[in-house]
């Protein structure tokens, strides 16, 4: 499979904080969500994939090229959309894409008026006086002006109400059908890639937890509720992540065979969704 990102064994310490050996590849055409905590190390990830710093160690490939040594000929073929705008805020959205549109040698202006028409950008309206979510629709418009190939979003939702959200996934999705677009989408909100993703990457103090299938991620886990009673030393074992009360426990656990070995018809399971799955990677075994 043809990836447009590739990233093998890469690590950087920064103070406390230790990145360790991240791996993790992007296949053309597909969204991958980039999920952990705050803290977690995603926007460092993103930080070395763009070569905004130096890693201490491994590599890093988009399009196949290394991104230290052809630095400036990958920026031409990614878009960025970061939390918030980055642009001129005391300029309005014409001013601002004269400024841009001249380091990119693939600009399209067409593409460019038509995604403000498309996304319902004022024009001659300074971005100070945009809301959030618009700010965040008009980097999207530049990212997509210039015939970028790999869309790198960190937080874009972040802050956004959820009408608006909404709103900018299906023109996500949209994008996906479209333009064929490669996309890594780096958030907390995981509800928002429970719509969007193809792939699942989750990052936990500097390490990668797993990397799947979205689908494969989901269904391989179960959420599990049953009383305290049925909890012995060595059934807790079987649990990635558990959290107790006096009412009884609740925990996630990747190995459905073993629950039933265990526990038979006396437990309750259900799906879990990414947000239960990130939070008891993250809590481990609590109680309360």
């Not at 980097?139 to 790198?152: K, N, R, V």
């Not at 799947?212 to 074992?237: F, P």
């Amino acid at each position: 499979m043809d990836n447009v990102l590739e990233i093998e064994r890469l690590s950087k310490t920064l103070g406390n904080f230790h990145l360790h050996e991240v791996s993790f590849a992007l296949p053309r055409g597909y969204v991958m969500g980039f999920i952990g905590p705050n803290g977690a190390g995603k926007t460092t990830t993103i930080k070395l994939v763009m070569n905004l710093m130096h890693r201490d160690s491994g590599e890093v490939r988009v399009f196949g090229l290394d991104n230290c040594s052809y630095g400036k000929e990958i920026k031409q073929r990614i878009g960025f959309v970061y939390d918030d705008s980055h642009y001129y805020q005391n300029l309005s959205i014409l001013e601002n894409r004269r400024i841009v549109a001249r380091f990119y040698r693939g600009w399209d202006e067409k593409a460019f008026q038509r995604h403000l028409l498309d996304f319902g950008l004022p024009p001659d309206k300074k971005l100070k006086d945009l809301s959030r979510g618009m700010r965040t629709k008009f980097s999207l418009a530049i990212a997509l002006s210039h015939g970028a190939e790999l869309l790198i979003m960190d937080e874009p939702t972040s802050g956004l109400d959820p009408v608006f959200r909404s709103e900018l996934l299906d023109i996500l999705r949209q994008l996906m059908i479209e333009e064929n677009k490669s996309v890594l989408f780096s958030t907390h909100i995981t509800t928002d890639l429970e719509r969007v993703a193809d792939y699942i990457c989750f990052i936990n103090q500097g390490q990668i937890v797993l990397c799947q299938g979205k689908d494969e991620v989901l269904q391989g886990h179960v959420l599990v509720k049953g009383a305290l009673s049925l909890l012995t030393s060595e059934t807790e074992k079987v649990f990635i992540g558990m959290r107790k009360n006096q009412y009884g426990f609740e925990g996630l656990t990747a190995d459905s065979q073993s629950v039933r070995q265990f526990f038979g018809d006396t437990v309750l399971q259900d799906q879990a969704g990414l947000d239960d799955i990130m939070v008891y990677y993250v809590r481990g075994h609590k109680n309360g």
